[in-house]
């Protein structure tokens, strides 16, 4: 471990007396050694002491073996950190020192010397002892990190002992030890993969010959000029600045001042990179040098983007290679120099051409110092380069962190993603800056900071606190603002919108003609009224012109001149055809009127009047020919938007904005063809449908509207005198046009089921999807898994014509792999051990003349063959053979079946007379067969007596003995029954063969009997014993085996992955021709593996963890217990207590689960090394050969697959978990720990924060770790230090994958999130999946992400968790396979994709990080991807495990954080950029796939409101009465038609297609119905409508006002109740509020219009509204479990009432009090710009529509129609506020000290009150049905007000109002809250209900035989358990 050690001062520790907190340190000394032992101080050292943990390490590491040597260390420890930190100032440093202290005082009693007498002689005899026997003989012995720990522990001694012995006192013996170890210490540190400096016993991987030509490469440093070392940096130790340069890296390390660790890190990453890609393909005979195109390969690669940058800025590139020189050498140098920037470039790595600026002005440097002293540029000469050599911090210092300051400014002005996206810089803007030429004339380096800086604070304030926004302004946003508004979604998709509304125009005017068929259009007036689409189009364009100005102003600043003049011009063109459009078009109309008449007049001169228009036109349609043509031809269009011409790009200019991305983004012909052939066949379909169902029926009706004349209205009607009741026309079509918009997505639901199901069954999906299938295609697997998974050898290549022989080979390799999955299947105890043994697959059949099956085929295959010959009446043999050989399987069975025994038999004899006997029987049946004798030979009704002795031998053969003797005895009398059998019973003339041996027995005059002499020995060898237990299982396994195994789980997996055989996969290369790759897993602070008291810990229903699971899984559970409980593993108490854990862990979502998953990928490596190294030795034995073959073979495939594989998990909190207080961060910790222990090849990255003092002030610095797993201990092995703390700047989890992303290595990088997990025999399968990188479909590009399928494995635990693991799996199986084929608009989504490591890392990584914007960072790698030029593809042959949110409230949260994250997405550039870059059907594509799915999502609930708004509007005036009423529409029943049109459109069902499509094509279509009906039966549709409105809401919320922010879900198991009051502050805004709102509309809609309308029609056109309704209020409470149970229904009123009357305040939480919550909800409005607050409040006047129809429908206004009654309204209202008002302030004022006057007060009121209530029912004609009708009424009107409170909230706090608001809010908090919980209440009274929702909830694991009601109600079987 890197320490540093401290400076010697003058003077000791204080003196040792009592602390003040002794108290407090030694209970951390109690607690601390109770959960880790006394080894855990070095554990717990304080940041600012970090150089001391070694120390201590070591002194733990001895203790055993010299207790006082140990006390001696930990002394100088503490001498250490007292030097260090003498006050004590830093964090945890006084408690430490205190422990410490009080550990050496009992340490300095208890210890003596044990070698000499005295402490100085002691630790000199130690070090010696040391030296001789660990360094001196074992250095050669050992393995290098062995070594590393060892001479670890001397250098500590050696200082110890410096201090300890006075200096005259060391012995030159010691001195000389100590220079010898500080030599070979630098041989050996701790290493990642490659022990590069490691002497003596050479690693295997250090062998390899493609290590060894790498290495060689990289240390030819030939020719360099070696660069002066004297350096004058005052942290520099002068011995570690005058190491000679060994290699290219370090030489470029001495020019530039980069990092020790992240130049080791690079040097193993550039070696790995350079081997894996030399050994593809290549002999290995001659191998020491690396092919001449290995390096230009990886530069190409490496430099793509750099080349591209240079070429876009047209400035020459700086990669250049003089004539003469050493071209490999100077590519190396390049390449080095880049990896050296981004390895230490820390948050920039997300801005790549940032990078690219860095690298070129670095690599100038490097070209000048290698081959002249003049820059190429400006003439000026290199200075100093060589004479001052930088220190190890000049790169970091000098160029990183002023970029990094910046970017750590900009991210604090975010105000933690509150602030507009506007006022700040993110990610993209910073790096987009380097998109223009200026960044070359910048100063380098200081110019960086000078450029990017804000204006006016330029340098930080020291005292600035970390919070406070930075003063002074901004830099202008760089390309693009985000702005807050929902048109973005017409900017980006401005040729959509433009399409549909066009094409609604058309279709209007063609429906509108007399006949209204299509044929109309042919008609020339018609035709005419038709071109006017295209003056909607020109000011549609115009609408576009002007957003593209508007919303890109804050940008203007940093824009080109060139991209101003294009928007203004764009603006100037649409406005001018706005303008040239309608006036053509005007001259043309005859006979105009109003508009018309008026454009007409202004071109009443022109000639040619009647063409005029259609010249017009024709021009204004020229540039969209022109994209016609160039769609048609898209390698054109792609080269000419690439081009850098100055011939082109003005051309290119007015098409689109010269950018760096999304250029050329334009596919193949091929694949355009496919994906605009389907959105021909989608249009045609969804314009068709438009035109016949929801356009042309509404024409008529509203043509009678139109004509009629309502004068009758039943309210004060402002516009009375408007014609054709355009009111109503509005009112019916809005919602038509809303519909019109939003279908395209149920259009494209439709069509991308059926063609992904037809993709999916043309790719054998689903082929083999059970048992009975996988039985009758087995014999074909091992064939396919050969040619899929298996390179081809040699051997088989020469045998493909030798059909037995290559069968042979094939089940051989076969064999292995599938043993060793069905092995990792027990080893998860999804399967038993005797599914086990019926599923095992014999590793060699030459034994025997036929393949040998596994058991599970050949099941009662020899009972019925017994049963057949047994009843066989005919003497012909051939029948009987040939009904055996019609069963292939059955042949197989008998031909094994009688070789086996035959063998086992003759084995077990030793007497050759006996041998003999058996030999002559086996000929006799072998003669006979071949003379169709054997019927005539031998009798068939002897064989049933026969199988069972032989069944009773075989059990007796396998059992246990004590006495060998009885044993003997026992086989020996079977055996002889048998042969009697055999031989008197079965064949005819057995009795000759007796006679014939008889004699022989009389001539040798033996006594003894036959068969008495056998070799009972071989019971004990294994491979025989494997023999008996097959053959066994042959005899005796009856039909039941069909069924195995049982596990779904197991079946699934093994059927998939036979199914995945017989798909499209690339052939296996071979592992070291394979892409090497890595896995990176981000882990924050979830659950690494469950501990014992958190198993057993009780639930309020008092269930526990493990009880739960062991009713889930009880099949598992049975199988572990079997196999901790196996007396041959003999697991002790805490092994088992260990394994339970396991258990548990690895069936939730637990990082030890994904590691384990994970490390998969090492053993299926391990296990392809060994099988293409043993060749066809392999057949024999199995994969346990390996781990009994020779060390060099087993130490060659672990290399190879260090080679090829790595693993870094970024645990970003380990180091703070590490030195936490908290247990549960320090069992995060251990288990972490112990994870890298248990796995060798587990790499753990984290982010380090350490205090050290620099002139003497305390200051933080952050460092990126790498740690690997060493004996006890983490052993670090690199550290990288960052300019500042990574994790402040951007999004959490991109920030930590990216921090981690410097230590994987490989060309590939598979990105896994903590709740994944993975399977072996998938894993098999990763060579395969890595070679679709080297396919180039069609000639196109090679992929750039490769995607993956999941199994979403948490669908067992509920039927909640089934319907998300059912719309989960929909979506990343038949979605995802769609986007990629033939859409071509897959991105990355979180799932296990695979990286083109090198292209992502040179384009800014695997994700994007700004703040907020980026929210859903993974789709935004794909996006990312894409516009630089990426290739996304899909595969579906390798599926990897992932869990999912089980819960109501978590998939709630999960479905809220994805619509935030849809809603950032919507603002982003990147949207944008894809929706203007894209072709027309492409960008289709794009927006239903992503943001258009929750805007029509959206749009389906808009249309709820507008269609209720509209029926409230014609209720309230009485026009729906006059209209209905009118003779000419009662009688056509047009408006009923017209009406009933919506509920067409609210079957959601039709979003359900693609999961019913994809069940049926993997479990059968059958099975799909079944599913789909238990789905509606369980509710599903109540589920899915209730998330439709968790996305609406989250979404619009987002897009309006902001505050999107990461929801952590939680991924336990869900099986509490949750409070009514969670449930309240979850859903009040999101679904109650909105639930209640159309209640009123559709309560109001059937009350005032139910004496005209049929109750039937009304029921037809609201039940689905109804139905939305009911799920948006009650489906929380219906999916809760036990949430109708009375009793906890009257804990939750309880809870609830306290939760509301609790006040609020800083620092209570959301949870405690209904204040807190209620700020907390509106707190997105704090932050929301005037445009944001404008549209809430407009939003909210629709709220007094209510009152303003309901009060002239009062019996008490007389049908008065005067604006008065209104006024009226509110009048009454406002008396009702102020009265409430002045009682709430009399309470205050005067409930206390004047209590008598109040209550006089109080009465007095109450008085008034029943007075005026009095006189107006008796006076003016008040009626009961008049005050609820007022409560409808009012209620609205008092919620709009309080809306506009909030949002007005500073001008009601200014005029004193704010109170009455939150008290009127909370008053309508209660009335929901009762409203809502009167339902479950009078529910809870009947306990029926509460079983049928316990039923409902967890139908599924009631139907695979689990007890969730027991579980709930808590009622545990307690005897049950403690016999368990």
């Known amino acids: 471990m890197a320490s540093s050690s401290g400076t010697k001062k003058a003077g000791g520790p204080p003196p040792r007396t009592q602390s003040k907190r002794m108290s407090r340190a030694q209970t951390m000394l109690v607690d601390v050694q109770n959960e880790d032992g006394p080894a855990i101080d070095s554990e717990l050292v304080p940041s600012s002491l970090a150089a001391i943990a070694p120390i201590l390490r070591v002194a733990n590491e001895i203790e055993k073996d010299n207790p006082r040597v140990a006390y001696l260390c930990r002394f100088h420890a503490f001498e250490k950190a007292h030097r260090m930190d003498p006050s004590s100032s830093g964090r945890g440093v006084r408690q430490f020192k205190t422990y410490l202290l009080h550990k050496l005082e009992k340490e300095e009693e208890e210890t003596k010397p044990q070698l000499a007498r005295n402490d100085p002689k002691e630790i000199m005899a130690y070090y010696q002892n040391f030296y001789n026997e660990k360094i001196k003989e074992g250095q050669y012995a050992k393995k290098p990190e062995e070594m590393a720990k060892i001479l670890q522990i001397a250098s500590v001694l050696y200082d110890v002992l410096k201090t300890v012995v006075p200096p005259e006192k060391v012995d030159d013996q010691t001195h000389r030890y100590a220079e010898d170890v500080q030599r070979k210490r630098e041989q050996y540190e701790h290493y990642n993969i490659l022990p590069l400096n490691a002497v003596g016993a050479k690693a295997a991987i250090m062998e390899l010959p493609e290590i060894k030509a790498a290495l060689r490469a990289l240390r030819n440093v030939q020719n360099l000029s070696m660069p002066s070392v004297t350096t004058n940096a005052p942290h520099d130790l002068p011995e570690e600045r005058n190491k000679s340069v060994f290699d290219i890296l370090d030489w470029l390390s001495s020019v530039f001042g980069f990092q020790k660790g992240n130049v080791a890190n690079q040097r193993e990453h550039l070696i790995l990179l350079l081997a894996n890609m030399d050994v593809r393909k290549r002999d290995l005979a001659d191998y020491t040098e690396l092919r001449g195109s290995t390096v230009p390969k990886l530069m190409d690669k490496i430099f793509k983007n750099y080349w591209s940058w240079c070429n876009y800025l047209r400035c020459e590139q700086n990669t250049r290679t003089p004539p003469g020189s050493d071209k490999q050498q100077i590519q190396l140098i390049y390449i080095g120099l880049y990896l050296l920037i981004w390895g230490e470039a820390s948050n920039i790595r997300f801005m790549p051409e940032c990078i690219c600026y860095i690298f070129h002005k670095m690599a100038e440097d490097v070209y000048g110092i290698l081959f002249g002293n003049v820059r190429p540029v400006t003439g000026d000469t290199y200075h100093g380069s060589q004479t001052a050599a930088p220190d190890e911090e000049t790169f970091l210092r000098t160029v990183i962190t002023p970029i990094y300051q910046v970017l750590r400014k900009e991210a604090k002005r975010n105000n933690g993603g509150k602030a ?29 900071k000078e450029e990017f800086s804000v204006h006016s604070d330029v340098v930080s304030p020291a005292h600035e606190t970390p919070n406070r926004v930075p003063a002074g302004k901004s830099k202008p946003k760089t390309n693009f603002v985000e702005a807050r508004t929902f048109w973005h979604l017409y900017r980006s998709f401005d040729r959509m919108w433009i399409f549909f509304i066009m094409a609604f125009q058309a279709m209007v005017i ?19 009224s038709v071109l006017t689409i295209f003056i909607t189009q020109a000011f549609l364009n115009l609408l576009q012109a002007a957003l593209d100005i508007v919303l890109s102003f804050n940008a203007w600043w940093s824009l080109k001149i060139t991209q101003i003049l294009r928007y203004l011009l764009k603006f100037a063109v649409a406005a001018a055809w706005a303008v040239i459009l309608p006036i053509c078009y005007a001259s043309s109309v005859q006979n105009p009127t109003g508009v018309v008449k008026f454009f007409s007049n202004l071109t009443e001169n022109w000639q040619n009047q009647g063409s005029l228009y259609n010249y017009a036109v024709a021009i204004y349609l020229i540039p969209n020919i022109l994209a016609a043509l160039l769609f048609f031809l898209p390698q054109l269009r792609r080269i000419m938007e690439r081009s850098n011409s100055h011939v082109v790009t003005p051309f290119m200019w007015w098409a689109q904005p010269k950018l760096y991305v999304g250029r050329g983004l ?30 042309l029926p509404l024409v008529g009706p509203s043509k009678l509207i139109m004509k009629l004349h309502v004068d009758n209205y039943e309210w004060h009607e402002f516009f009375p005198n408007v014609t054709h009741n355009i009111g109503v026309v509005i009112a019916i079509w809005a919602p038509i046009v809303l519909v019109y918009f939003m279908d395209t997505q149920i259009w494209y639901s439709i069509f991308s089921t059926l063609f992904g199901g037809i993709h999916g069954a043309l790719s054998h999906l689903g082929e083999i999807r059970t048992l009975g299938m996988l039985r009758s295609r087995f014999e074909s697997v091992p064939t396919a898994f050969c040619r899929r998974l298996v390179p081809p050898s040699d051997a088989a290549k020469k045998d493909r014509h030798m059909d037995e022989s290559a069968d042979r080979r094939n089940i051989a390799n076969f064999s292995h792999v599938w043993n060793e999955f069905i092995e990792s299947m027990r080893a998860e105890d999804l399967i038993s051990n005797d599914d086990r043994d019926l599923l095992l697959v014999p590793y060699s ?37 040939r009904k055996i050989k019609n069963d292939e399987y059955m042949l197989s069975a008998v031909v094994e079946c009688y070789e086996t025994l035959r063998e086992i038999i003759y084995g077990l004899l030793e007497d050759e007379t006996d041998k003999s006997i058996v030999r002559q029987i086996c000929y006799d049946v072998d003669i ?33 003995y004590e006495s060998a003797e009885v044993y003997k005895s026992q086989i020996i009398n079977v055996l002889q029954d048998i042969m009697e059998i055999i031989l008197q019973d079965i064949m005819v003339n057995g009795y000759k063969i007796l006679e014939r041996y008889h004699m022989q027995i009389q001539t040798n005059d033996k006594k003894e009997q036959r068969f008495e002499r056998l070799n009972i020995t071989l019971t004990q060898n294994k491979s025989w014993r494997e023999k008996v237990v097959r053959l066994y299982l042959l005899l005796t396994v009856k039909e039941s085996a069909i069924n195995v195994p049982t596990n779904l789980d197991a079946r699934r997996r093994i059927t998939f992955f036979a199914n995945s055989l017989f ?9 070291r021709d394979m892409i090497s790759f890595s896995v990176l897993t981000p882990y924050f602070k979830e659950d690494v593996l469950y501990s014992i008291d958190e198993l057993n810990q009780e639930n309020e229903d008092g269930i526990t963890t493990l009880f739960y699971l062991q009713k889930i899984y009880p099949d598992e559970w049975t199988n572990f217990q079997k196999r901790i409980n196996d007396p041959k593993l003999n697991y002790s108490e805490d092994d088992k207590n260990e394994a339970t854990r396991h258990w548990v862990s690895y069936r939730a979502q637990t990082l030890s689960r994904t590691v384990r998953g994970m490390m998969y990928y090492k053993l299926a490596l391990e296990l392809q090394c060994f099988l293409e190294s043993a060749g066809d030795n392999a057949f024999f034995g199995g994969y346990q050969a390996m781990e009994s073959s020779q060390g060099d073979e087993r130490a060659s495939a672990k290399a190879l697959a260090d080679m090829k594989f790595t693993y870094v998990v970024s645990c970003q909190l380990y180091g703070a978990q590490k030195k936490s207080d908290d247990l549960r961060d320090r069992s995060c910790y251990n288990n972490i720990l112990n994870l890298m222990i248990k796995y060798p090849s587990l790499r753990v990255a984290y982010i380090d924060e350490r205090e050290e003092t620099v002139n003497e002030k305390s200051q933080k610095f952050h460092y990126s770790v790498l740690l690997k797993g060493g004996d006890k201990y983490d052993e670090e092995i690199y550290r990288i230090k960052l300019p500042g703390p990574p994790t402040d700047i951007g999004e959490g989890k991109p920030e930590n994958q990216n921090h981690a992303i410097i230590f994987t290595r490989g060309e590939a990088l598979q990105t896994i999130d903590m709740n994944q997990d993975n399977y072996f025999e998938e894993a098999f399968k990763m060579r395969n999946v890595l070679e679709e990188f080297l396919k180039s479909p069609s000639g196109r590009r090679e992929p750039t992400i490769l995607g993956l399928r999941e199994h979403i494995f948490t669908g067992s635990v509920s039927s909640l ?19 990629a084929y033939p859409l071509r608009v897959r991105f990355h989504y979180g799932h296990p994709d695979i990286f083109d490591r090198i292209f992502h890392i040179t384009r800014g990584g695997i994700s994007k990080a700004s703040k907020t914007i980026n929210l859903s960072e993974d789709i935004f790698a794909g996006m990312n991807s894409t516009l630089r030029g990426g290739y996304i593809t899909h595969h579906e042959y390798i599926q990897v495990g992932k869990g999912r949110d089980v819960g109501m409230n978590q998939i709630s949260s999960f479905e809220a954080k994805v619509a935030n994250g849809n809603g950032e997405q919507t603002l982003s550039r990147d949207v944008y950029r894809l929706g203007r870059r894209f072709d027309f059907f492409r960008m289709l594509s794009f927006y239903f796939t992503t943001v258009g799915f929750y805007l029509s999502s959206m749009i389906t609930v808009l249309t709820v409101y507008v269609f209720l708004y509209g029926r409230l509007y014609m209720v309230m005036s009485g026009l729906e009465r006059e209209i209905l009423e009118n003779p000419s529409i009662h009688q056509s029943k047009a408006l009923e038609q017209a009406l009933a049109t919506q509920s067409v459109f609210q079957l959601g069902l039709l979003l359900v297609l693609p999961m019913v499509m994809e069940i049926g094509l993997e479990k059968g279509f059958r099975s799909a119905l079944g599913d789909f009906i238990i789905m509606q039966l369980q509710l599903a549709s109540v589920f899915f409508t209730f998330q439709l409105g968790t996305k609406v809401h989250y979404f619009g919320r987002t897009i309006l006002h902001g505050g999107s922010k990461y929801r952590a879900t939680g991924r336990g198991f869900v099986v509490f109740h949750e409070k009514f009051s969670e449930n309240y502050r979850l859903y009040s805004r999101s679904h109650f509020v909105k639930g209640l709102e159309l209640v009123i509309l559709l309560v109001l809609y059937q009350v005032y219009g139910h004496s005209y309308r049929s109750s039937n029609l009304y029921l037809f056109i609201t039940i689905s509204m109804w139905f939305l309704v009911g799920s948006w209020l009650f489906a929380p409470f219906v999916f809760n479990p036990s949430g109708f149970d009375w009793q906890k229904t009257v804990d939750d009123w309880t809870d609830w009432k306290r939760w509301m009357g609790n006040r609020g305040g800083i620092g209570i939480q959301p949870n405690r009090s209904w204040e807190s919550w209620w700020d907390g909800e509106q707190e997105h409005l704090k932050f929301s710009n005037i445009r944001g607050r404008i549209l809430e409040i407009i939003l909210v006047l629709r709220f007094f529509i209510y009152q303003y129809g309901i009060v002239y429908h009062l019996d008490i206004a007389h049908r008065s129609k005067n604006i008065l009654v209104y006024g009226l309204s509110w009048l009454v209202l406002v008396t009702t506020l102020l009265v409430l008002k002045m009682v709430s302030m009399g309470r205050r004022r005067f409930g206390t000290d004047f209590q008598l006057m109040f209550r006089i007060l109080k009465a007095l009121l109450f008085l008034g009150f029943m007075s005026v209530m009095t006189v107006l029912f008796v006076v003016c004609g008040l009626t009961i049905s008049d005050l609820f009708a007022c409560m409808l009424a009012f209620l609205p009107t008092g919620w709009a007000l309080l809306l506009i409170g909030q949002v007005c909230r500073p001008l009601f706090k200014a005029i004193g109002f704010w109170e009455s608001i939150k008290e009127l809010a909370r008053a309508y908090e209660y009335i929901m809250g009762l409203l809502l919980f009167a339902p479950i209440a009078i529910l809870s009274w009947f306990p029926f209900v ?10 599924q694991a009631f139907s695979r035989g689990l007890q969730i009601s027991m579980i709930l109600a808590g009622r545990k079987d307690k005897t049950e358990t403690e016999k368990k």
């Not at 719309?1367 to 990343?1372: G, I």
């Open 420 to 448: 507009s996206h506007s006022r700040w810089r993110n990610y993209d803007d910073l790096n987009e800056y380097f998109w223009s030429k200026k960044c070359l004339s910048l100063k380098w380096p200081t110019g960086l």
């Open 510 to 528: 063609v429906a509108w003609t007399p006949d209204g068929s299509p044929a109309a259009l042919f008609d020339e007036d018609v035709f005419r």
């Open 666 to 695: 334009h596919e193949g012909m091929f694949q355009l063809l496919k994906y605009t052939l389907f959105w021909i066949m989608l249009l045609i379909c969804k314009l068709a449908f438009s035109y016949y169902v929801e356009i």
């Open 845 to 881: 059949s030459e034994d025997v003349s036929v393949v040998q099956w596994p058991p599970f085929l050949l099941a009662s295959k020899i009972p019925i063959a017994l049963d057949m010959a047994k009843d066989f009446k005919e003497k012909e043999d051939a029948d009987l053979f």
């Open 928 to 960: 006979n067969i071949r003379q169709h004798q054997f019927l005539n030979e031998f009798r068939m009704s002897g064989m049933p007596s026969l199988s069972e002795k032989l069944e009773k031998f075989l059990k007796l053969l396998l059992s246990e």
């Open 1063 to 1071: 798909m499209n996969m690339p052939s296996a290369p071979k592992v």
């Open 1361 to 1379: 968790a089934w319907f998300m693991s059912n719309q989960e799996t929909s979506f990343v199986t038949i979605s995802q396979r769609i986007l």
């Open 1890 to 1899: 509460s079983e049928f929702q316990t039923r409902l909830l967890f139908n």
